[in-house]
């Protein structure tokens, strides 16, 4: 199953293979520019993670076009008074994200309504699609990314809260209720209007509405209220995606959402985010009393702030909701400052584990399958454990076969590539079922799924390691194994998938693998006199985790509950 697929059947609750691993929430500026000085290279906070591509937003403008001019209005020390192109007017901190001082907004009076309704609302204007949005589609059908249209701050209760401030907008709901509910109805006839027009260049599949309509102690709006102003519009907008084959729309609103929960469901909402934990929001409670809602979000952003072990009792807590399907697991808002980018890394790394609980179709070798590669002397362990993995006949398996990890030596590839393939042939493998790869880029996920087994040779893991991620196969890779796809390693292919590879140098990132074993791992070791078998002890050898040795002809049987050690001591009849 592949992204886009599974994140639209999440949002159905209908089965999926695993959970997706996509964050709707990125994180704050100060956040960000931590994140790079501890280690984050370049913009994108998403690249090192390997995240599924999960909703892509539309580059389509749902709001002013033209925008208002943004423009200083005078500054004060630390402070300046801006006029942004929503047209509200702040006070705000010049170099700190934060909550802005609330000046002014853009409509105090029905003619300020009819007037940006009329010079800034015209769903036909021109400006609203960008000039490249052919190239943008096209980049999401590659990465297989589901198709939303719809972001902050686009919604009925949030876009008429920043057209008249909150307070204006309470009062109105009782003062002026016949204009509310003008705004709405337009608004939503506006954006459907928007979406009829997206319609002509791509299927949508998300249909995303930005609210903000709660607080610690429950939403600012009634039920009796909403049912009133907001459920027809909401139930137009979900009767237009369900009549063009839209298969989500998602509701986000901060804060304690739990009185208006059944009426988002009767209104025919699939999603709702995020579920503040700070506000009283209790995801795993929610989901039982609201099974037929998908649910994103909900992990405490604090504590992910205060280190591995406060980490893994929030991955505890949620545990319940991490099998089976309708929940997209999340922080509950933009990750806080005050987590560290070693933090963030270890939460998005151990959830992506925990998501993944049903691959065991791993055998890292010490050599190969031969002893000495010799072709008359058969590990017959070895073998037969990827037969069983394998679950078909060698001469229908469809190997990816890979000596990225010698390719700076190419006269040691191809010696690597003859000698392995052969040991593969011998064991009944098709020579034309054989695809032989250099990790270079080429190969979308799509492709690779189509193998029933992949083989990374030895070399130079650190080499390889640069390679896959710089290339981004280290996600193929992951999502080849969670698929329970056959992987196999053979020397820098196997020590590639633990958390380190060079107990002697710990620290240093260049020899970090893909995290899929808890554990520093070496190969081509001789058992020191006096040792524990196979997994030296972490205490004698002063390190922080677990250090598994592989000695010649051993191999390592891998899954994700753990993992043995195959000890061949006889030859292949």
């Not at 250090?547 to 292949?572: R, V």
Request: hydrophobic share 40%; net charge negative.
């Amino acid at each position: 199953m592949l992204n886009r697929e599974r994140i639209i059947r999440t949002c159905l609750n209908q089965p999926v293979d695993h959970l997706p691993l996509w964050f709707m929430f990125g994180p704050w500026g100060e956040t960000m520019a931590r994140w790079q000085q501890e280690g984050l290279n370049g913009h994108d906070w998403r690249a090192p993670f390997s995240f599924d591509a999960g909703f892509e937003v539309l580059p389509i403008n749902l709001g002013f076009a033209p925008n208002f001019a943004w423009e200083i209005l005078c500054e004060e020390g630390d402070y300046q008074t801006v006029r942004g192109e929503n047209g509200i007017t702040v006070k705000q901190l010049k170099d700190t994200s934060g909550i802005p001082m609330y000046l002014d907004y853009p409509v105090k009076i029905y003619d300020d309504w009819a007037n940006l309704r009329d010079t800034r609302l015209n769903p036909n204007s021109p400006e609203r699609f960008p000039a490249n949005l052919a190239e943008i589609i096209q980049g999401m059908k590659q990465r297989d990314a589901a198709v939303q249209i719809g972001s902050y701050p686009y919604g009925l209760f949030g876009t008429l809260r920043d057209l008249m401030g909150v307070e204006e907008l309470l009062i109105s709901f009782y003062d002026e209720p016949a204009w509310i509910k003008e705004m709405m109805d337009y608004l939503t006839d506006f954006w459907i209007a928007i979406y009829k027009k997206t319609l002509e260049y791509v299927q949508i599949d998300h249909i995303h509405i930005w609210e903000d309509m709660s607080g610690k102690q429950g939403p600012l709006i009634s039920p009796d209220m909403f049912r009133k102003f907001m459920m027809p519009n909401y139930k137009k907008i979900t009767r237009f995606a369900k009549d063009n084959n839209i298969a989500v729309v998602s509701v986000d609103t901060d804060g304690n959402m739990d009185t208006l929960m059944p009426l988002l469901a009767e209104s025919g909402i699939h999603m709702v985010l995020p579920f503040e934990v700070q506000a009283g929001c209790d995801i795993v409670e929610i989901r039982r009393r609201f099974p037929n809602i998908c649910l994103c979000g909900g992990i405490d952003k604090l504590a992910i702030a205060k280190g591995r072990a406060a980490i893994d009792k929030e991955l505890d807590r949620i545990a319940p909701l991490l099998t089976g399907t309708g929940y997209i697991p999340g922080l509950d808002h933009l990750p806080h400052p005050d987590i560290s980018f070693a933090d963030f890394s270890y939460f998005t790394e151990e959830l992506r584990l925990r998501l993944h609980k049903n691959w065991h179709n791993v055998l890292l070798t010490d050599s190969g399958f031969y002893h000495d590669n010799e072709l008359d002397k058969p590990l017959a362990p070895l073998i037969d454990c990827v037969q069983k993995m394998l679950q078909k006949p060698f001469w229908e398996t469809k190997v990816l076969f890979i000596p990225t990890a010698a390719a700076q030596d190419k006269q040691k590839a191809a010696e690597i590539t003859t000698r392995l393939k052969n040991e593969l042939l011998a064991m009944g493998m098709l020579d034309e079922n054989i695809t032989v790869h250099d990790i270079d880029g080429s190969l979308t996920e799509a492709d690779v799924m189509t193998f029933d087994m992949m083989y990374l040779t030895g070399g130079k893991t650190p080499y390889l390691a640069k390679r896959v991620r710089e290339t981004g196969f280290d996600k193929i890779i992951k999502n080849f194994i969670f698929a329970n796809k056959t992987y196999v390693g053979m020397s820098a292919g196997s020590v590639l998938l633990a958390s380190h590879f060079n107990v002697d140098d710990m620290y240093n990132p260049t020899y970090e693998g893909l995290g899929l074993i808890k554990a520093y791992f070496s190969v081509h070791c001789v058992k020191p006199e006096g040792s524990p078998d196979q997994v030296w002890d972490d205490e004698f050898k002063g390190l922080p985790l677990p250090h598994i040795t592989l000695q010649e002809n051993q191999s390592l049987q891998l899954g994700w509950d753990g993992y043995k050690i195959i000890k061949p001591t006889e030859e292949y009849p």
